[in-house]
């Protein structure tokens, strides 16, 4: 009679130790749901994955080149120059500099999904350490957003928030006259409002793209990153070519000068140093970014010579 209530209650030990160890499982199963920001959003689809950040990579690289064309006088007549311009600004949503309503509209809508989404990744965060279940939807959206919003939509929103300080900018050029309403009030809140947006915005999405990226050659494939410091110097080049774009709107030669500079070192980091794993994935990007480098290298005699007006003339000597 005692031995055979030793072996129930050792097995009753058993039957709790292995719950233990589902429940244990199950903890862990929910915790991995949450990391949150891990920059695979496409995890399911390899092929999907591979062609959105070829994607990704090209229209990134196209808002890059916005600058050079929008400031810059490039040899091309001006129809032509124009027509492109507009395809700049619908991509990089300075078309809403020319609108009053838009751009606060805009700003404020780009500014809540800013917040939304870094107040979302701190809350993933924090419920991952825990090792608390989360929704996996929405963390999926999250992941999805964030990759997002530190990618194609990093530039158009920097674009946006830096809208405002062109009315404090003017100079006695004419190329200088803002596109939008100014010396009102509501124009100096939109400018601390546009302000407060960016600096919310550069930390978060550079500390995201910097310290959280994947070494997954199964899901991540040929844009495998060694480590996030490409992408970082990425972004920040882009938001000083943004700002000093629109702030340095008249100095032609400077800007050509720094955008030949700031991609010239882009170019060098990404044929040097092989950011990615993959050498597609290192050709693909350093090709982008030479086509960068070379819209603001021709920049540079284009500013200098003003050759827009000769074109001009040849074109119309030709019509």
């Not at 007549?77 to 606060?104: A, C, H, K, Q, T």
């Not at 070192?265 to 030479?290: A, E």
């Not at 920049?299 to 200098?304: D, E, Q, R, Y």
Request: net charge neutral; charged share 10%; with cysteine.
């Amino acid at each position: 009679m005692h031995t055979e209530e030793v072996e129930f209650v050792g097995s009753i030990g058993k039957m709790s130790e292995d719950k233990k160890s589902i429940a244990s499982s199950q903890s862990s199963s929910s915790a991995a749901a949450l990391n949150v920001i891990r920059f695979n959003a496409f995890d399911e689809e390899p092929r999907l994955g591979q062609l959105f950040y070829i994607f990704e990579a090209c229209v990134i690289a196209f808002q890059n080149m916005a600058v050079s064309f929008r400031r810059l006088n490039w040899p091309l007549p001006s129809n032509i120059l124009e027509l492109i311009n507009d395809v700049f600004r619908y991509v990089g949503f300075s078309i809403v500099w020319s609108n009053e309503m838009l751009l606060v509209l805009v700003t404020i809508v780009l500014g809540v999904i800013t917040v939304i989404l870094m107040v979302g990744v701190v809350i993933c965060t924090i419920l991952n350490e825990k090792g608390s279940s989360a929704v996996p939807i929405l963390a999926k959206i999250i992941n999805i957003a964030v990759v997002m919003l530190s990618g194609i939509f990093y530039t158009p929103c920097v674009s946006v928030f830096i809208g405002s300080t062109q009315c404090y900018t003017v100079t006695s050029d004419p190329l200088s006259i803002p596109t939008i309403g100014c010396g009102t009030t509501m124009r100096h809140l939109m400018l601390v409002i546009g302000l407060i947006f960016l600096i919310v915005l550069v930390p978060f999405t550079l500390l995201i793209r910097l310290f959280i990226f994947s070494h997954n050659h199964k899901k991540e494939g040929i844009f495998t990153l060694q480590t996030g410091a490409f992408f970082t110097l990425l972004l920040i080049g882009s938001t000083l070519m943004q700002i000093i774009g629109l702030i340095l709107r008249t100095q032609k030669l400077l800007i050509a000068i720094l955008g030949t500079i700031i991609y010239g070192i882009t170019v060098l980091y990404t044929l040097l140093l092989q950011p990615y794993f993959h050498p597609l994935g290192n050709t693909i990007w350093s090709s982008l970014i030479t086509i960068v480098f070379i819209c603001y290298f021709i920049g540079i005699p284009v500013a200098i010579l003003d050759t827009s007006q000769i074109w001009d003339f040849q074109f119309l000597q030709d019509g």
